[in-house]
T-cell receptor, first 111, second 116 residues
Framework: DAKTTQPPSMDCAEGRAANLPCNHS???????VYWYRQIHSQGPQYIIH???NNETNEMASLIITEDRKSSTLILPHATLRDTAVYYC????????????FGKGTLLTVNP | GAVVSQHPSRVICKSGTSVKIECRSL??????MFWYRQFPKQSLMLMAT?????????EQGVEKDKFLINHASLTLSTLTVTSAHPEDSSFYIC????????????FGQGTRLTVV
């Protein structure tokens, strides 16, 4: 699986959009970009995934650059409950479901 | 989404004893379950892949005789930490994938193990 690079931490004001970047410059053509988050002392939660098109669901939007070497997870209206470590993971979908977690980005939403 | 439940959520045990952690898929069947370990301020590390009806596959460096995994049914996998030591104290998390679908794996809430 391709390696990803994320900033270690970010801050966001409550109610504002949180934009979390991820670099995956070695991504291959059949690898998807996945985002999970882990709230303190809980198991990870799936957020969203995409291949090359932008994706949106009830939790977030995923913007993938045209060259697919980076992506941005957008939480449109961050709340205090969105404070968590966000993991960007790149892997081939369906090959297996084990996930390799990096260090992620600690997003702190401030009141 | 599908629900994966772990039990217990917290456990404290004495050195030298064994502890069993259960991972259940509550509303779906899971052919494959995964066990992760997370030390404080670190990321999740995959320990093993548990396949229903067959032996688990362990990641490099994980002692299979110390971390016994049993996946006897499509809804239950167990991890037993044998002869636990304080260095085994960690947050153990399982995940499960639903049979016959392309949905992603869902995670349990984790088990905090403290060995004293």
């Amino acid at each position: 699986d391709a390696k990803t690079t994320q900033p270690p931490s970010m801050d966001c004001a409550e109610g504002r959009a949180a934009n979390l970047p991820c670099n995956h410059s070695t991504i291959s053509g059949n690898e998807y970009v996945y985002w999970y988050r882990q709230i303190h002392s809980q198991g990870p939660q799936y957020i969203i995934h995409g291949l090359k098109n932008n994706e949106t669901n009830e939790m977030a939007s995923l913007i993938i650059t045209e060259d697919r070497k980076s992506s941005t997870l957008i939480l449109p209206h961050a709340t205090l409950r969105d404070t968590a470590v966000y993991y960007c993971i790149v892997r081939v979908r369906g090959s297996n479901y084990k996930l390799t977690f990096g260090k992620g980005t600690l997003l702190t939403v401030n009141p | 989404g599908a629900v994966v439940s772990q039990h217990p959520s917290r456990v404290i045990c004495k050195s030298g004893t064994s502890v069993k952690i259960e991972c259940r898929s509550l509303d779906f069947q899971a052919t494959t379950m995964f066990w992760y370990r997370q030390f404080p301020k670190q990321s999740l590390m995959l320990m093993a892949t548990s396949n229903e009806g067959s032996k688990a596959t362990y990641e490099q460096g994980v002692e299979k005789d110390k971390f016994l995994i049993n996946h006897a049914s499509l809804t239950l996998s167990t991890l037993t930490v044998t002869s636990a030591h304080p260095e085994d104290s960690s947050f153990y998390i399982c995940s499960a994938r639903e049979v016959g679908t392309s949905t992603e794996a869902f995670f349990g809430q984790g088990t905090r193990l403290t060995v004293v």
